[in-house]
């Protein structure tokens, strides 16, 4: 109840409700009560999380998702992925001090999920972003989420150090030969 009512002061003061639930979940990852909270809001995430995704599903016209805004979905998706592979596998690898390792950062911060789905459904419900530009970012939304573990994937299949089962690494992935 705590989270909700800091949610929805946050949302009075103008700010967003992520603010206010994100300031209680700072004050109680410490306390004695962080297991407990832990427990009942995976309770509560079995309730919310599927409404939450349905409610930004219902927010996506199909017929805008077959127009012309390819270029736009495409524009968007290369500046994503870009610019988290970039943008933190560079500095990863700088002080990582290893190449592939820093790669596999930018890779790991490629998707743009929870967050990116919840700002894309605030700037429709309050009008600041048009049919066409939800679409796009619901589809870059999706494709960066998915993205990230055939990177993974290949990058580890490939990596002679990494432990993989023998069936991964021949590239076996029939789930009848999967022992």
């Given amino acids: 109840m705590l989270c909700f009512g800091f949610a929805g002061v946050s949302g009075i003061l103008g700010l967003s ?27 509560l995430g079995v309730l919310f999380i599927p409404l939450f995704f349905i409610v930004a599903g219902s927010h996506v016209n199909p017929y805008v998702m077959l127009s012309d805004n390819f270029y736009l979905v495409g524009i968007l998706g290369i500046i994503a992925v870009v610019s988290k592979l970039y943008g933190c596998g560079i500095p990863a690898q700088w002080f990582l001090k ?22 894309s459904n605030n700037g429709k419900t309050y009008g600041i972003i048009t049919n066409e530009i939800y679409a796009a970012l619901i589809f870059v939304i999706f494709f960066t989420t998915l993205l990230p573990p055939l990177l993974f994937r290949n990058s580890y299949i490939n990596d002679p150090t990494c432990i993989l089962p023998d069936h991964l690494r021949k590239g076996d992935s029939n789930p009848k030969n999967i022992v």
């Fill in 17 to 43: 409700p992520l603010v206010g639930a994100f300031i209680v979940g700072m004050a109680v990852a410490d306390s004695r009560f962080s297991e407990d909270v832990a427990d009942f809001t995976e309770h």
């Fill in 98 to 119: 290893d190449k592939e390792k820093g790669i596999w950062v930018g890779y790991g911060m490629i998707s743009r999920g929870g967050i990116g789905l919840v700002i």
